[in-house]
Every structure is written in C-alpha cells, then in structure tokens.
C-alpha cells in the first residue's frame, strides 16, 4: 500500500521554476501536519516547508522563503510545493510526508508517520 505518491520533478535551469504534487488519500492529508523534506547527495534529510491542516498555517525554512510555497488542495486530495527561483543548491530528492500528532515539532523528520518515494528536482547552472 501506498500512501504517499509524489510528481512533479525534474531537470531545469537555474532562476527556473517546478511544482511537486503529492498525491494522497483523505485520511492521509486529514492528519495534523504534511510536509515536504528533501535530501541531497551526501547530507542528512531536512525540512523544505510544513502546513497545519487544522489552520492551514505554513512553516517555510530560511533559504526558500519568498522562493517556495506548500499549499494543500483539499478537492484535489494533493499536497503542493511551488518552486520558483531554482538554485542548484536545491538539488534533491524531495519527498512529501504526513505526520498525525500536532504537537511535535515539524521539522524533525522522526515524528512524520507516512512518507513517499521521493521525486528528484535537479538545478543547473
């Protein structure tokens, strides 16, 4: 089973723009917080962006802020990641998650319950 399905990535030049999408069943996107994480060659795993379902608030790391933006499309059943302004540094695997406790913190990858296979955004200069 499934629960998580990522699409959207690809190749593209720097100042470039991609949009993921992770498709996901309702009681998957009904839990307390979905994220997006990515992890690129030879580092750890790390936080991209995060949304509460219960207010629909956003969390965006420093170096994508203005450039990234998560939404969720509840009639659609999908979770989004716009990307705009591609830097190389955001080359990654990049994955979408859903974590059902609201409380723990959203950019530790350890509290997520449910993730994807992963999708590959490549940057070039």
């Known amino acids: 089973q499934v629960d998580l399905v990522e699409s959207g990535g690809g190749s593209v030049q720097t100042g470039g723009s991609l949009r993921l999408s992770c498709a996901a069943s309702?009681?998957?996107?009904?839990?307390?917080?979905m994220g997006w994480f990515r992890q690129a060659p030879g580092k750890v795993r790390e936080v991209v962006a995060a949304?509460?379902?219960?207010?629909?608030?956003?969390y965006h790391v420093d170096s994508v802020k203005g450039r990234f933006t998560i939404s969720q499309d509840n009639a659609k059943n999908t979770l989004d990641l716009q990307m705009n302004n591609l830097k190389p540094e955001d080359t990654a695997v990049y994955y979408c998650?859903?974590?059902?406790?609201?409380?723990?913190?959203?950019?530790?990858?350890?509290?997520?319950?449910?993730w994807g296979q992963g999708t590959q955004v490549t940057v070039s200069s």
């Open positions: 309702e009681s998957i996107l009904n839990n307390a917080c």
């Open positions: 949304i509460y379902t219960h207010d629909k608030s956003t």
């Open positions: 998650a859903a974590k059902k406790t609201k409380g723990n913190y959203y950019g530790d990858d350890h509290n997520y319950n449910y």
